[in-house]
């Protein structure tokens, strides 16, 4: 499900998700699965940002605070 952006059509988003312990690679993934578009640019134990496509930020939001798609 991996897709190719442009950089200058998307934004910054933060979400918080428990990463500790993973992987940039394995949060991807997950995050993948729940439907969230992008990809990972930096990670805390509790906070992942990423750049997503701004057609993809409120769905991406939704995604992450369901846990699913």
């Known amino acids: 499900?991996?897709?190719i952006f442009k950089l200058d059509e998307t934004v910054k988003q933060t979400y918080k998700y428990q990463t500790k312990g993973?992987?940039?690679?394995?949060v991807q993934k997950e995050l993948e699965i729940m439907g969230v578009?992008?990809?990972?640019i930096?990670?805390?134990n509790?906070?992942?940002t990423m750049r997503v496509p701004r057609e993809s930020k409120?769905?991406?939001?939704?995604?992450?605070?369901n846990g699913k798609d």
């Not at 993973?22 to 394995?26: A, C, F, N, R, V």
């Not at 409120?58 to 605070?65: I, L, S």
């Open 58 to 65: 409120n769905k991406n939001r939704e995604c992450v605070r």
């Open 46 to 48: 509790i906070h992942v």
């Open 1 to 3: 499900m991996t897709s």
């Open 42 to 44: 930096r990670m805390s």
């Open 22 to 26: 993973k992987s940039p690679t394995e």
């Open 37 to 40: 578009k992008g990809f990972v």
